[in-house]
């Protein structure tokens, strides 16, 4: 094997999954799709209190003042937001979404952007996407992608069941983004503490929540904006814990 496979099976995984699910979701009804939809929506809530449980991380509380772990979450996200609405992320992401569904969905037959822009942040939200990839850079193994395309793969089929080619092409994104923590392990080896993690995936839990709001249709959040967060939560958690 050699760097990056991990990804490549992951990436597989999603584009099969995702196939099937559209083969599925045309034998579905309306309602049952947008049924399917609130499940995911449901899942996903959970999905992303399980990540906010990181909070309480004992690595996390331990590096960081006393009841600093949550000011440490908020702080990252507020600066996320700040920076991804002045970089304009969601709305770059929905225009790559545009221009993607004109070449694979140009009749429109599925809800394309919904589906690449809530999948690609689903998919790439998480440690297992960050610590596998970082694995897999520094050859010591592809368990935890492989743990990581399981539970894509079912998620696909539920998802493009739903919100169509969209989701099969988010593929595309979560290659991208586990290729660079990739390279990242390749080349620096094991950069971040378990606290770090820990932060990042508190921050990705609450970016989850929004996404179930937008699942749900309870509120639009454009929750891309808040991308930048993810990359700012170990550097935050690192001068907290130094300087604090």
């Known amino acids: 094997m050699f760097p990056g496979f991990g990804t490549l099976v992951n990436i597989l995984a999603i584009v099969v999954g995702a196939i099937l699910g559209i083969l599925l979701g045309k034998k579905f009804k309306e309602s049952t799709r947008n049924l399917v939809t609130d499940v995911l929506g449901f899942i996903t809530i959970i999905a992303g209190a399980s990540a906010i449980y990181a909070i309480w991380d004992p690595n996390f509380k331990s590096a960081v003042p006393a009841g600093w772990t949550l000011l440490t979450v908020l702080t990252t996200l507020l600066l996320g937001a700040i920076l991804g609405s002045a970089l304009n992320i969601e709305s770059k992401l929905e225009k790559s979404g545009e221009f993607l569904k004109s070449k694979f969905d140009p009749s429109g037959a599925s809800p394309f952007v919904d589906g690449f822009v809530s999948a690609s942040l689903i998919f790439a939200i998480g440690p297992l996407a960050i610590l596998g990839s970082i694995s897999d850079g520094m050859g010591t193994g592809i368990d935890q992608l492989v743990l990581k395309s399981s539970l894509d793969f079912f998620a696909a089929i539920a998802f493009a069941a739903s919100l169509g080619w969209g989701v099969a092409v988010s ?54 904006n808040l991308l930048p967060a993810l990359a700012i939560a170990p550097v935050m958690a690192l001068l907290v814990h130094q300087f604090l």
């Open 171 to 224: 593929a595309l994104a979560v290659g991208i983004y586990q290729g660079l923590w990739t390279v990242v392990g390749f080349g620096l080896g094991s950069i971040l503490m378990d606290y770090q993690i820990a932060a990042m995936t508190a921050v990705g839990g609450v970016m989850l929540l929004g996404i179930a709001l937008r699942l749900l249709k309870i509120r639009d959040i454009a929750v891309a």
